[in-house]
């Protein structure tokens, strides 16, 4: 079955940086695009990144732009999330989700899988 | 950036009712490009909705999606008590940023 899990949260202090990873099974990875979507304690949810599915284009909402890195390894089923000079207003539960499906002729960015997520914690 | 705004904020209903709730964009959203989440406490979102009114993939028949333009529906007819949870829509125009609506939360009466 299709299957997202994410690693690699924890705790980090302001200014400090950490790098998630969410691994991919059940389909062929390498053909879908894939985002990020972040939820700060008793939030909403807050998309974050994406990425194509050949990694040729990366979007970033405003609040992460410059900081962090969205990249993907497609021989390893892999994505992957950096995150740099983070912050307190950063902490929050990091979802790796899968982009929705593409007919001939466009594709829709819906999430249709969401991994269980991963939590990130700025303090100091 | 187009700002979804969902209401009510929050909606007591009691089970075997019908639950409305509302997403409205500040701008057209192209296509039907709106989807529609359910989440349950300490739970990954789930996708219900896409296309405006698609249902996804082992979603139920009572609920439905409808609406175009700026204004957007989720119904939810015959409450059951799995359905009490938060319910969030979102927009996936072409160009990013992909946003999301501030989230309805339906709670038992």
Same mark, same amino acid.
């Given at each position: &079955?299709? &299957?997202?899990?994410?690693?690699?949260?924890?705790?980090?202090?302001? +200014?400090? $940086?950490?790098?998630l990873s %969410?691994?991919?099974s059940g389909?062929?990875?390498?053909?879908?695009?894939?985002?990020?979507?972040?939820?700060?304690?008793?939030? +909403?949810?807050?998309?974050?990144?994406?990425?194509?599915?050949?990694?040729?284009?990366?979007?970033?909402?405003?609040?992460?732009?410059? =900081?962090?890195?969205?990249? =993907?390894?497609? $021989?390893?089923?892999?994505?992957y999330l950096?995150?740099?000079?983070?912050?307190?207003?950063?902490?929050?539960?990091?979802?790796?989700?899968?982009?929705?499906?593409?007919?001939?002729?466009? %594709?829709?960015?819906?999430?249709?899988?969401?991994?269980?997520?991963?939590?990130?914690?700025?303090?100091? | 950036?187009?700002?979804?705004?969902?209401?009510?904020?929050?909606?007591?209903?009691?089970?075997? +009712?019908?639950?409305?709730?509302? %997403? =409205?964009?500040?701008?057209?959203?192209?296509?039907?490009?709106?989807?529609?989440? &359910?989440?349950?406490?300490?739970?990954?979102?789930?996708?219900?909705?896409?296309?405006? $009114?698609?249902?996804?993939?082992?979603?139920?028949?009572?609920?439905?999606?409808?609406?175009?333009?700026?204004?957007?529906?989720?119904?939810?007819? =015959?409450?059951?008590?799995?359905?009490?949870?938060?319910?969030? %829509?979102?927009?996936?125009?072409?160009?990013?940023?992909?946003?999301?609506?501030?989230?309805?939360?339906?709670?038992?009466?």
């Amino acid at each position: &079955q299709v &299957q997202l899990v994410e690693s690699g949260g924890g705790v980090v202090q302001p +200014g400090g $940086s950490l790098r998630l990873s %969410c691994a991919a099974s059940g389909f062929t990875f390498s053909s879908y695009g894939m985002h990020w979507v972040r939820q700060a304690p008793g939030k +909403g949810l807050e998309w974050v990144a994406f990425i194509r599915d050949d990694g040729s284009n990366k979007y970033y909402a405003d609040s992460v732009k410059g =900081r962090f890195t969205i990249s =993907r390894d497609n $021989s390893k089923n892999t994505l992957y999330l950096q995150m740099n000079s983070l912050r307190a207003e950063d902490t929050a539960v990091y979802y790796c989700a899968k982009r929705g499906y593409c007919s001939p002729t466009n %594709c829709h960015y819906y999430m249709d899988v969401w991994g269980k997520g991963t939590t990130v914690t700025v303090s100091s | 950036e187009i700002v979804l705004t969902q209401s009510p904020g929050t909606l007591s209903l009691s089970p075997g +009712g019908r639950a409305t709730l509302s %997403c =409205r964009a500040s701008q057209s959203v192209s296509s039907s490009y709106l989807a529609w989440y &359910q989440q349950k406490p300490g739970q990954a979102p789930r996708l219900l909705i896409y296309g405006a $009114s698609r249902r996804a993939t082992g979603i139920p028949d009572r609920f439905s999606g409808s609406g175009s333009g700026t204004d957007f529906t989720l119904t939810i007819s =015959r409450l059951e008590p799995e359905d009490f949870a938060v319910y969030y %829509c979102q927009q996936y125009t072409t160009s990013p940023p992909y946003t999301f609506g501030q989230g309805t939360k339906l709670e038992i009466k």
